[in-house]
């Protein structure tokens, strides 16, 4: 289906996902990589839209899978594919993996639905049982309470942020669960210094063989 490498970048909010993104945009630029930087939900004008009413409106469990699967369609279709199939490097700040472990895990919602979703949204056209699925998942793996700390003050919390810490040890326990069952996961440990992520970072992407 494509030629590019799909990298993506999950765990809870607060993990510092964000914090390293720049440095794997320039990192791959230094080796004449072209780069498509993106993230979920959004990465498209009505993903964006989608965003803001995931990010923010009180919604049923299946409504906001539905809402993020629907940003995640048109995601796939007119920007990650394209730029696959263009040999970029996609970085996506989040993809499905947080739907299992927001949705499933966080709010409880049936696994087998999004299983089914996954499957409608990401399916190859020509090989309806192959799905697009990233080539490396970085998995910045941080306990909540440590997650928490760092948010607090930094910004003015969106509907998730908010959340309980609760909400966030069902997300972890979501993300140890996806990982567990799929190799192109490698877990980061986030609770170090920057430089040291940094470090387990540019080891992961060696040990690959993608950087
Ligand atoms: N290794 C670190 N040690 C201490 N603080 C950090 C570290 N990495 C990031 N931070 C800080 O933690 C906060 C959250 O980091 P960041 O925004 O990168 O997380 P994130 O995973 O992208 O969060 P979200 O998914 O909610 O956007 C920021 O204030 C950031 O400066
Ligand atoms: C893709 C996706 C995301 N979410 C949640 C996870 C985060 O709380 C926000 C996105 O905010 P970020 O600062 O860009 O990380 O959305 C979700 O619940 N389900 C999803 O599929």
């Not at 709010?107 to 990233?134: K, S, T």
Request: with cysteine; net charge negative.
């Amino acid at each position: 289906m494509t030629t590019g490498l799909f990298l993506s970048l999950e765990g809870i909010d607060g993990a510092g996902k964000s914090s390293h993104i720049d440095a794997l945009e320039a990192l791959f630029r230094g080796q004449g990589r072209a780069v498509t930087r993106t993230r979920e939900p959004g990465g498209t004008p009505l993903g964006e839209t989608l965003r803001t009413l995931v990010l923010n409106e009180p919604m049923d469990p299946l409504t906001e899978s539905l809402l993020v699967f629907a940003a995640r369609r048109e995601h796939v279709l007119q920007v990650i594919v394209p730029a696959l199939k263009r040999g970029d490097v996609v970085l996506c700040d989040r993809f499905t993996d947080a739907t299992f472990a927001y949705q499933g895990a966080g709010r409880g919602f049936d696994l087998g639905v999004l299983g089914m979703l996954e499957r409608w949204v990401q399916a190859d056209p020509a090989h309806a049982d192959v799905l697009l699925q990233p080539g490396l998942t970085l998995w910045f793996d941080l306990p909540p309470e440590i997650a928490a700390e760092r948010l607090a003050g930094a910004r003015l919390p969106d509907k998730f942020e908010a959340q309980p810490v609760e909400f966030f040890r069902r997300v972890a326990q979501g993300y140890a669960d996806r990982a567990a069952a799929a190799p192109r996961f490698a877990r980061i440990d986030a609770d170090r210094p920057r430089e040291q992520v940094w470090q387990q970072i540019e080891s992961t992407l060696q040990a690959r063989g993608v950087a």
